[in-house]
């Protein structure tokens, strides 16, 4: 039986899986608006949290061409745990960004008070916090995808945690970001590694492993029969572990972070399936 027929979700990631950067990669679309044709449900799983959730779902419509699915991100639970935070803080608490113009314009939208987006050269030495007085009133640091990450703003994020008490979390801890077919670079788990390793704790993470996109899919989807739900990925820590937490077949292609010598060189996460990329779907 082929993978189409034996499963009637599919989750799928999507940076090196369904595109590399604005590249779909070859046979996602026709896979893609084959399984929508045949009423399986089409489900976008990603930790990329630089776009609003309408931006992602413009470039599925774009790249890929399919037009009825559904489209789960790091931005959209951050939207879901920001609503809940929100109902914790009081007039004047606040939430401190390390993260994108995405995630900030979720922030916006949802009046979400916080403070720390965008450059911050406020530092050039480690002795200038010294006497640096904290914003009064940050409940939560948020560390997600952030390009202007520097010491400055991972001091503030640690003492707003080390000394303030503040809550830790994590959109996702992916080290790498596909963006082409030839070019990795730093993702979010990389950037706050340094953030992390210095308060010597792990953030809460919601993004991929963690089980909580998992959990808001079943219960959006009325989901109940693991075995016909099939997890999609490229990167055996976050995708497949992520299937693997969530009791569900998963499928590792080699079209993005992990290759072929990667692979033979051994990995204790173990998919149920690999394939050379999305296509091999059909």
Same mark, same amino acid.
Request: proline share 3%; aromatic share 8%; with cysteine.
């Given at each position: 039986?082929?993978?189409?027929?034996?499963?009637?979700?599919?989750?799928?990631?999507?940076?090196?899986?369904?595109?590399?950067?604005?590249?779909?990669?070859?046979?996602?679309? *026709?896979?893609?608006?084959?399984?929508?044709?045949?009423?399986?449900?089409?489900?976008?799983?990603?930790?990329?949290?630089?776009?609003?959730?309408?931006?992602?779902?413009?470039?599925?419509?774009?790249?890929?061409?399919?037009?009825?699915?559904?489209?789960?991100?790091?931005?959209?639970?951050?939207?879901?745990?920001?609503?809940?935070?929100?109902?914790?803080?009081?007039? /004047?608490?606040?939430?401190?960004?390390?993260?994108?113009?995405?995630?900030?314009?979720?922030?916006?939208?949802?009046?979400?008070?916080?403070?720390?987006? /965008?450059?911050?050269?406020?530092?050039?030495?480690?002795?200038?916090?010294?006497?640096?007085?904290?914003?009064?009133?940050?409940?939560?640091?948020?560390?997600?995808?952030?390009?202007?990450?520097?010491?400055?703003?991972?001091?503030?994020?640690?003492?707003?945690?080390?000394?303030?008490? =503040?809550?830790?979390? =994590?959109?996702?801890?992916?080290?790498?970001?596909?963006?082409?077919?030839?070019?990795?670079?730093?993702?979010?788990?990389?950037?706050?590694?340094?953030?992390?390793?210095?308060?010597?704790?792990?953030?809460?993470?919601?993004?991929?492993?963690?089980?909580?996109?998992?959990?808001?899919?079943?219960?959006?989807?009325?989901?109940?029969?693991?075995?016909?739900?099939?997890?999609?990925?490229?990167?055996?820590?976050?995708?497949?572990?992520?299937?693997?937490?969530?009791?569900?077949?998963?499928?590792?292609?080699?079209?993005?972070?992990?290759?072929? *010598?990667?692979?033979?060189?051994?990995?204790?996460?173990?998919?149920?399936?690999?394939?050379?990329?999305?296509?091999?779907?059909?």
């Amino acid at each position: 039986m082929s993978l189409i027929d034996r499963y009637n979700t599919f989750l799928f990631d999507c940076d090196g899986v369904v595109w590399r950067g604005v590249d779909p990669v070859p046979g996602a679309s *026709d896979v893609i608006n084959n399984l929508l044709h045949r009423n399986k449900n089409v489900i976008f799983v990603t930790n990329n949290n630089s776009k609003t959730r309408k931006s992602f779902q413009e470039t599925v419509k774009t790249v890929l061409g399919c037009f009825q699915f559904h489209m789960i991100s790091c931005i959209v639970l951050a939207l879901l745990l920001l609503s809940m935070s929100k109902q914790k803080l009081m007039p /004047g608490e606040k939430i401190f960004l390390i993260g994108s113009k995405g995630l900030a314009e979720t922030m916006d939208e949802n009046d979400v008070e916080y403070i720390g987006f /965008g450059c911050d050269t406020e530092a050039s030495n480690f002795n200038d916090f010294a006497d640096y007085v904290p914003e009064g009133g940050v409940k939560f640091v948020v560390g997600a995808f952030d390009c202007y990450m520097t010491y400055s703003k991972m001091a503030k994020a640690f003492i707003y945690i080390k000394e303030c008490g =503040a809550e830790y979390i =994590a959109t996702n801890l992916d080290l790498n970001c596909n963006i082409s077919k030839t070019r990795i670079v730093p993702g979010t788990g990389s950037i706050i590694a340094g953030l992390s390793q210095s308060l010597g704790v792990q953030p809460r993470v919601i993004g991929k492993p963690s089980t909580i996109m998992f959990d808001m899919i079943c219960a959006d989807h009325n989901l109940q029969d693991k075995s016909k739900i099939l997890m999609v990925g490229d990167n055996p820590k976050t995708d497949i572990q992520f299937g693997i937490n969530s009791g569900i077949d998963t499928a590792l292609v080699l079209s993005g972070v992990t290759s072929r *010598d990667v692979l033979n060189k051994g990995n204790s996460i173990k998919p149920t399936y690999v394939l050379d990329s999305i296509a091999n779907i059909m």
